[in-house]
């Protein structure tokens, strides 16, 4: 009988823990805006968006975005193929009661026509590390110099939670 007494309060006690368990994650949504900037100007801009929970204890969430294809470039020498496109990889997010911070991984492949009858010129911008942002406010994450040309990549995210 007094084994009794003690399990039924643990019973409603796991209970609970488990009623609370998914409604504890705290989502957000992750807003990425890939931007080619000369002059202080976007000259363009490209939007990607996406759902990742916060990351408690020991679980890691983890979010992927993939967008692209593959561009044939024919040369003398035959056809060669390349992946261009985006993609981004936010995992491991943490809060604070006004920042998050989120690892990240981004890759972005782009070809450009730099001369009329020239060569085209395939770029590729790769950024990773955590980086720690204020939550609802755009921030630019990552920024790096387009070697050929004066242009500037950048990426900014905006984290916005959802609940």
Known sequence: MKTMKFL??????AGTAAAQGPESFRFYKLDFVVKE???GK?????????????????????ANIRAGGRVPITTG????????????DARDLRES????????SIDISTIAQENAGA????????????????AKKPTVVFASDDITSKRQFQ???TATPVK
């Open 97 to 104: 009661q006004t920042e998050v911070a989120v690892s990240l």
């Open 77 to 88: 020498g035959g056809t060669s193929f390349f992946d261009l496109g985006v993609n981004i």
């Open 42 to 62: 976007p000259v363009n801009s490209r939007m990607f968006s996406t759902m990742l929970a916060a990351s408690q204890g020991s679980n890691r969430e983890q």
């Open 119 to 134: 060569q085209p010129v395939v770029r590729q911008n790769k950024w990773s590390g955590t980086v720690l942002a204020p």
């Open 37 to 39: 900037v000369e002059g």
């Open 8 to 13: 039924i309060p643990l019973l409603v006690l």
């Open 155 to 157: 990426l900014e995210m």
